[in-house]
C-alpha cells in the first residue's frame, strides 16, 4: 500500500503543478487529499443506485441527459457513462453530412461498438486497481482539476468562462488532458458551477476507484409485468387490420414515456420494435425513424427506460385497461377492410394520410384529441426542440384550441382528405436530395392547392353568432383539458400546460385533424435530428407554413374587418414578404363566418368567449395575470399564498423594453419560516415579442426582428419549462418589496442590484441546495411528469 499512496502523491503532485494560472499555492495536504479516500477505500462496493445515482442526477446529469450534453456524454445511467464521450456535435445546423445517429440504448449495444463509432471512454479501461482506476478516468481528473482550482463563492463568474448555448466544446482523453488541464485550470467538472461537497466528492472518487461498480437494471415491478403481457399481445395481434393500428400506435408513441396506471411514479417504458418476441430479451431494430422499413420480421415490445428522467425530453403517455379499452372502440370494432399494409418506401410511409388511409380519419383524430398535449410536446420536447428549427417559427406565448370532429369536413368527408393527400405530404417523404428554393416552390404550390380546396367548404359555410360559432371548437367533451392549451416559448426551449395561461396572448391557433398529424410527422416522426443542413432548413421552412395555417383558421373566427390588421401586426417585413408570393393566406381574409362582436376589440372579445367555452375543462381560472377584480389570488389560498400571489400580481404588469435583462424563465422560491416543502415556489416568464419569427438566422435579442415595446411577463404559481435561467429567493415577509423591485426595474444595472440582494447566482454557496429544493419541489407538483431541471442554459448574472 505505501508503493500505491507513493505513486498518487506523485500523481498528485503533478496534477497540482501542470494547472498554472493563480492556483499555486495550493498546499501539500490540499494535493493529497485523494491519498486519504485511497486508504479509506470501504471493502465493499458503494452503491450506485444509493450513493452515487442521487448524486450524479443532481450535479451531473443536470447539463449532461440530453442530446446537448457536452461532448455527448450523457451521464443519466451506467450504459451513458460507460459509453463515454464524443466531440463530435449533436445540433449542427450547418453540417453538410448527415451524421452517423448515437442515440444511447438504440444504435450501438456495446462498448466496443460505440468505440467504433468515435466514443471514448473517460473511465479506466486498463489494469483494475484503485491507483490506475483513478489515475486513467477523465471523469476522474475533471473532478479533481475542479477540487484543486476551487470556484469563486461570490459575485459574477468571470467572462473566460464560455456559458453560450452553442460555445466550442473540449472534450480531452486521458493522453490529451494534461493539456486540458494547463490551458482551462477553470474549468474542472461542475463546470461553471460550485464545488461539490466533501460528502460527494468523496462518494464519486471512491466509486470510481472501486472500477465504478454499478447495480443490476432494476426490472419490471409485478404490476407492469402484467400490463406489459397485456399490451403486448394487442400490439402483436394477428390480421392486417391490427397490424395496420399497432404500426400506426407505434409511430406516434415511439418518442414517449409510457406509464402503466397504479405503477410506481417513476416507472417508465419506451414501445419500440424487437427482433425477439415476448418471453424473450427485448433487441431492439435501429432505424432512424419510426416509419423506416425494419428490414426484418419483429413484434412490438415495451421495454423499461433504464436512465434518469430528465424535463426536456419527458413527455408522458398513460397506459391503462381504459385506454386499451377505448383503442378497441377507435380502431377495432369500426367496420372497414385493410386489403394490404403499407409500403415502407418513403413517399407512402413518411405521409400518414396515404400509410393509414384505410383508417377511418375520425378514429385517428380522436386518438390525437384524447392526449393532444402529449402530441404537441412532441416537437416541444423532442430532438427537434432546439434553437432554429421549429421553436423560433413560433411565438413566446399563444393558446391552442381545436376543430371538432363533428365539424371537420376532413373527417365529414374522407374522400376529400384522400383527394389531398399528395398536397398534405412532409419533406421527409422526399428524403436529402431537395433543393431550398425548388422545395419552397413546391411546398407553397401544395398548400395553396389544399388551402384553396379547404377554403371552399369555409365559403359554403353559413355565419353564426360567436358562442354557436364557438361550437366548432372541440371542448374536450366537457371534461378532457386536453382541449385549450397553452404554449410557452422560452428562445431555444418551449413548454406546454393545459388551460388558458398568461393574459390575452397576441395570437392563436385553431389546430384540425389534417395539421395535427402533419405537426407530429413534420417535427417528431419525421425529424432526424442528426440530419444535414438541407433537411434542417426544410423542416424550418415547411414548419413555417404549419404554423400560418393554425392562425389562418383561429382569424376566421375573427371579423374580416379586424383579421388582415391583426395578422399584420404579428408579423412584419418577411411575412409580408412570404404573402406577397403565396395567395394562399389571403383568402382566409376574405369570408365572415362569425358575426356578432359588439367591440372595437373583437380578438380579447373573443378571447373572453373561449374562457366561458371552456370553463369545463380550465383546469382553473388564471387569477395572477387576467384578474378582473379583487381578490387576485388562488381559491382556498392560506395567509401567506394570498400574500405573495396579491404581491407577485404587480409583476405581471411590467412590460416594454426595461425587460431586456430578465432571463427568459426565473424561478422563485417563497420561503415561509418552517419545514421547507411548505415553502412556496413561483415562476416569472419573460413574453419577447417579434416583429416576424420567420428568420432562419435571427439572434434572439437582435432589434431587427424584436419588438421590445411589447414584451410581458407571466406569473404562475408552479415551475415551468425545463431551463430554468435563474433562481430567486425571498422571505415571505419581503415578498411585497421583492415584487415592487422587480416590476420597477429600469435598467440591467439596476437588475444587477436586484440579483446581489435576492438572487442565487452561480457562485452562490447555496446554490446546490436551492437547485436541490426546485428538483424536489417539481416531484411534489407533478409526481408523474416531472423531470430533472436541465441548468445549462443558466444565467451569469
Known amino acids: 500500500m505505501k508503493t500505491s499512496v507513493f505513486l498518487v502523491l506523485i500523481v498528485s503532485l503533478f496534477l497540482l503543478s501542470s494547472c498554472g494560472g493563480k492556483k499555486e499555492s495550493i498546499t501539500v495536504q490540499q494535493a493529497t487529499i485523494d491519498l486519504a479516500l485511497l486508504e479509506t477505500l470501504p471493502g465493499d462496493d458503494i452503491s450506485y443506485n444509493d450513493s452515487v445515482r442521487p448524486i450524479l442526477q443532481r450535479r451531473c446529469v443536470v447539463c449532461h441527459g440530453c442530446y446537448d450534453a457536452p461532448c455527448q456524454l450523457k451521464l443519466s445511467s451506467p450504459a451513458g457513462v460507460e459509453r463515454g464521450a464524443n466531440s463530435e456535435t449533436v445540433y449542427n445546423g450547418a453540417r453538410f453530412r448527415t451524421m452517423s445517429p448515437t442515440r444511447l440504448y438504440i444504435d450501438a449495444k456495446s462498448t466496443d461498438e460505440w468505440r467504433q463509432k468515435g466514443f471514448h471512454s473517460v473511465l479506466n479501461e486498463g489494469l483494475d486497481t484503485p491507483e490506475q482506476n483513478l489515475e486513467q478516468s477523465v471523469m476522474y481528473q475533471m473532478l479533481r482539476l475542479k477540487q484543486m482550482n476551487p470556484q469563486a463563492r461570490v459575485g459574477m463568474l468571470p467572462d473566460r468562462f464560455d456559458l453560450s448555448l452553442d460555445r466550442s466544446e473540449s472534450c480531452p482523453t486521458v493522453d490529451t488532458f494534461d493539456k486540458y488541464a494547463k490551458k482551462f485550470p477553470s474549468q474542472g467538472m461542475p463546470f461553471a458551477m460550485p464545488n461539490l461537497d466533501d460528502e460527494e466528492y468523496r462518494t464519486l472518487v471512491q466509486w470510481l476507484a472501486q472500477g465504478s461498480p454499478v447495480s443490476e437494471a432494476t426490472k419490471p415491478s409485478a404490476n407492469a ?42 416507472e417508465f417504458y419506451r414501445l419500440v420494435r424487437s427482433r425477439k418476441p415476448g418471453g424473450q430479451a427485448v433487441d431492439e431494430i435501429a432505424t432512424v425513424r419510426p416509419y423506416d422499413d425494419p428490414g426484418v420480421n419483429f413484434y412490438y415490445r415495451l421495454q423499461r427506460y433504464p436512465g434518469d428522467i430528465v424535463a426536456k425530453t419527458h413527455t408522458v403517455y398513460e397506459l391503462s385497461d381504459a385506454r386499451l379499452a377505448r383503442y378497441r372502440a377507435l380502431f377495432i370494432e369500426p367496420d372497414y377492410m385493410v386489403a394490404s399494409l403499407p409500403s415502407w418506401e418513403p413517399l407512402v410511409a413518411a405521409n400518414p394520410f396515404k400509410a393509414f388511409k384505410d383508417i377511418p380519419a375520425r378514429s385517428r383524430y380522436e386518438f390525437l384529441l384524447d392526449d393532444a398535449r402529449y402530441f404537441i410536446e412532441g416537437f416541444i420536447k423532442g430532438p427537434v426542440c432546439r434553437g432554429m428549427i421549429a421553436l423560433n417559427v413560433i411565438e413566446d406565448h399563444f393558446w391552442v384550441t381545436f376543430l371538432d370532429p363533428d365539424k371537420d369536413v376532413m373527417l365529414t368527408q374522407p374522400e376529400f382528405l384522400e383527394e389531398m393527400s399528395d398536397y398534405l405530404q412532409v419533406p421527409s417523404a422526399q428524403g436529402g436530395k431537395i433543393r431550398l428554393l425548388s422545395t419552397w416552390k413546391d411546398y407553397d404550390k401544395r398548400v395553396q392547392k389544399y388551402s384553396e380546396g379547404r377554403f371552399k367548404y369555409l365559403e359554403a359555410m353559413n355565419q353564426h353568432e360567436i358562442d354557436d360559432a364557438l361550437g366548432f371548437l372541440w371542448d374536450g367533451n366537457g371534461n378532457n383539458p386536453n382541449a385549450a392549451l397553452t404554449i410557452f416559448r422560452h428562445f431555444d426551449s418551449a413548454s406546454v400546460n393545459f388551460g388558458f395561461v398568461g393574459d390575452y396572448p397576441d395570437t392563436a391557433w385553431v389546430i384540425d385533424y389534417p395539421l395535427l398529424e402533419r405537426i407530429h410527422y413534420l417535427l417528431v416522426a419525421g425529424f432526424n435530428v442528426f440530419g444535414n443542413l438541407k433537411h434542417q432548413l426544410n423542416t424550418r421552412l415547411y414548419m413555417d407554413f404549419l404554423r400560418m395555417e393554425g392562425e389562418d383558421m383561429y382569424l376566421t373566427l375573427l371579423p374580416t374587418t379586424h383579421r388582415r390588421s391583426i395578422r399584420d401586426s404579428w408579423y412584419e417585413g418577411m411575412r409580408s414578404s412570404l404573402n406577397s408570393k403565396s395567395d394562399f393566406t389571403d383568402i382566409w381574409m376574405t369570408k365572415d363566418v362569425v358575426i356578432g362582436y359588439q367591440s372595437d376589440d373583437p380578438q380579447r372579445e373573443l378571447f373572453q368567449h373561449m374562457e366561458k367555452r371552456f370553463a369545463s375543462v380550465l383546469q382553473r381560472d388564471d387569477v395572477l395575470n387576467r384578474c378582473e377584480k379583487p381578490p387576485c389570488h388562488a381559491k382556498g389560498a392560506g395567509a401567506d399564498k394570498r400574500r405573495a400571489d396579491s404581491a407577485l400580481l404587480h409583476v405581471t404588469k411590467a412590460s416594454g423594453k426595461t425587460l431586456a435583462a430578465f432571463p427568459d424563465v426565473a424561478f422563485i422560491r417563497v420561503s415561509r419560516g418552517g419545514e421547507p416543502e411548505n415553502d412556496l415556489a413561483y415562476s416569472i416568464i419573460r413574453n419577447k415579442a417579434y416583429k416576424n419569427v420567420t428568420s432562419l438566422f435571427a439572434d434572439e435579442e437582435d432589434s431587427e426582428f424584436r419588438d421590445y415595446a411589447n414584451d410581458s411577463l407571466t406569473v404562475v404559481d408552479w415551475l415551468e419549462g425545463s431551463y430554468p435561467n435563474f433562481f430567486f429567493a425571498v422571505d415571505i415577509d419581503e415578498v411585497e418589496e421583492f415584487a415592487r423591485r422587480y416590476a420597477s426595474l429600469q435598467s440591467r444595472d439596476a437588475y444587477e442590484r436586484f440579483v446581489s440582494v435576492y438572487g442565487v447566482r452561480r457562485t452562490n454557496q447555496n446554490f446546490w441546495e436551492m437547485a436541490d429544493w426546485f428538483q424536489d419541489q417539481y416531484l411534489r407538483e407533478k409526481p408523474v411528469y416531472a423531470g430533472l431541471f436541465d441548468l445549462n442554459r443558466y444565467q451569469n448574472r
Not at 391490427?242 to 407505434?250: F, G, P, T
Not at 415511439?254 to 411514479?265: L, R
Request: charged share 30%; no cysteine.
Open 225 to 266: 409485468l402484467v400490463q406489459i403481457a397485456r399490451w403486448e399481445d394487442f400490439l402483436n395481434g394477428e390480421g392486417n387490420k391490427q397490424r395496420l393500428v399497432s404500426r400506426y400506435i407505434y409511430e406516434h408513441l415511439f418518442i414517449g414515456h409510457m406509464h402503466f396506471k397504479g405503477s410506481d411514479d417513476r
